[in-house]
C-alpha cells in the first residue's frame, strides 16, 4: 500500500509500482543482490468468511449461533444487544435477512495499538477486530470469538484515508450479504446458504471520526449538536473549545447557572434544555439531552398529543418507559416517580 495510505495495491491495481495520486514508489531501493521487492507498506489482512462458517461447522459453538432466536428480552432490562431498539428496526427493514436466525450479525470496532508499549514511541499500527452477536452475551466478548480482521501499518494514522485501508474487508462484508456463502451447520446436519451484516461499529470518538468520515475537530465536532452547540473559540490560539459548554442541561434553578466568576467569566446561561407545558389542569415536562427526549406528565392523551407533534417535526422513535438514564434508576409507584442510584451505588461498592 501507498506509505501515505492514498492508494491499496488491490484487484485492479495490483501490478502497478507507483501510487496514482502522490507518485511514490511501492518498493523500497534495492540495498543489496537480493532479488525480492520490500514494499514500504503491508496492509495484513485476514478474511472473516472461514472463521464465520467454522463457528457453524463445530459442535462446540453451531447451537450458540442461534441463542438470540430462544432468548426472551424482560421488559427494561438489556442484557445482549438483540434487547435494542437498534436489533428490532434492523429484524423490520430486512425481514428476509432476520428469517434465517443462522445468519451472522457483527460489530466493528478500530483503534491505535502501539507495539512498543509507550505512546511516546513514533510508531503505531491501527487494528481492525470483528465480533460475533449471534452468540450469548458470555461468549460475544471472550478472545477467542473476537476476530482480528485487519492490521494497518505506522508509523502515523490513516486518518481519513483508512476507508482505503477498509476496502478489502468492506468487499468481503459486501460479498456476504449479496453473494452469501454455503456453510456446514453440524448442529442441524445440514448446509445453508450463510449471510453476514454488519450492524454498526464500536470506536472511542477520535477514531469514530476517521470511520464514519465525520470531522471530530472544530466546532461542528458533536454529530449530535452539529451547529446547534456552545462551542467558542479561544482567543489566543484560535482554536474550538467545548469547555463550560453544558450548562444549558441543569435545572433552571441550579447556582452554576448564574456563577459569573468560575466558569464561563461574565455569562449567565439562560438557555434550558429543560421544557414545561401546561394546558388547564394538567402539565407535561419535556426534557432533551443530546439526542434523547424525556417526556412525562399528568395526562397520558396529552403525552400522546406531544409526541405526535414532535414525529411530524423530526423522526422520531418512541422506547416507551424509561427504566434507567444516565446511572439514575427511574421507579414508577403510585405517588409518582422514584429517582435512586442504588445499582449505580452498588457497583461502586462491589
Not at 505512546?119 to 452468540?135: D, Q
Not at 461468549?139 to 501499518?153: D, K
Not at 462484508?173 to 453440524?186: F, G, K, N
Not at 468520515?213 to 465536532?221: D, F, M, N, Q
Request: proline share 4%.
Amino acid at each position: 500500500m501507498c506509505p501515505d495510505f492514498y492508494m491499496l495495491y488491490y484487484l485492479e491495481n495490483v501490478e502497478l509500482t507507483e501510487c496514482m495520486t502522490c507518485g511514490h514508489s511501492r518498493y523500497k531501493p534495492k540495498t543489496g543482490r537480493g532479488k525480492t521487492l520490500m514494499a514500504y507498506k503491508k496492509l495484513r489482512y485476514f478474511p472473516i468468511t472461514p472463521r464465520l462458517q467454522r463457528l457453524f461447522m463445530s459442535s462446540r459453538t453451531a447451537e450458540h449461533m442461534i441463542w438470540h432466536q430462544s432468548h426472551h428480552a424482560v421488559d427494561g432490562v438489556m442484557v445482549h444487544p438483540f434487547d435494542g431498539e437498534a436489533w428490532k428496526h434492523f429484524n423490520s427493514v430486512h425481514p428476509h435477512f432476520s428469517a434465517e436466525s443462522r445468519n451472522v450479525r457483527l460489530g466493528l470496532c478500530t483503534n491505535r495499538f502501539n507495539l512498543f508499549g509507550s505512546f511516546a514511541a513514533l510508531y503505531s499500527c491501527w487494528l481492525v477486530i470483528l465480533t460475533v452477536y449471534n452468540l450469548p452475551p458470555g461468549m460475544c466478548i471472550r478472545p477467542e470469538f473476537i476476530f482480528l480482521s485487519m492490521v494497518i501499518p505506522g508509523l502515523s494514522s490513516p486518518g481519513q484515508n483508512i476507508d482505503v485501508c477498509l476496502r478489502p474487508l468492506i468487499d468481503e462484508l459486501t460479498q456476504l450479504w449479496s453473494s452469501r456463502a454455503l456453510t456446514y451447520d453440524i448442529s442441524r446436519k445440514q448446509n445453508f446458504v450463510m449471510r453476514a451484516a454488519l450492524m454498526w461499529t464500536i470506536n472511542d470518538f477520535p477514531a469514530s471520526g476517521m470511520v464514519s468520515g465525520w470531522s471530530t475537530h472544530g466546532k461542528l465536532a458533536c454529530p449530535y449538536c452539529i451547529e446547534n452547540n456552545k462551542a467558542f473559540m479561544l482567543t489566543n490560539k484560535g482554536k474550538s473549545s467545548f469547555f463550560d459548554c453544558h450548562h444549558h442541561f441543569l435545572s433552571l434553578n441550579h447556582r452554576y447557572r448564574k456563577n459569573r466568576n468560575d466558569f464561563f467569566v461574565g455569562k449567565v446561561e439562560k438557555d434550558t434544555s429543560l421544557c414545561i407545558f401546561s394546558a388547564s389542569t394538567n402539565i407535561c415536562y419535556l426534557l432533551v439531552y443530546v439526542d434523547d427526549i424525556l417526556l412525562t406528565g399528568s395526562n397520558s392523551l396529552l403525552l400522546q398529543r406531544l409526541i405526535q407533534l414532535q414525529s411530524l417535526e423530526f423522526k422520531l422513535c418512541d422506547l416507551g418507559p424509561v427504566y434507567y438514564f444516565l446511572g439514575i434508576e427511574v421507579q414508577f409507584t403510585g405517588m409518582g416517580l422514584l429517582l435512586r442510584q442504588y445499582k449505580y451505588t452498588l457497583d461502586i461498592l462491589t
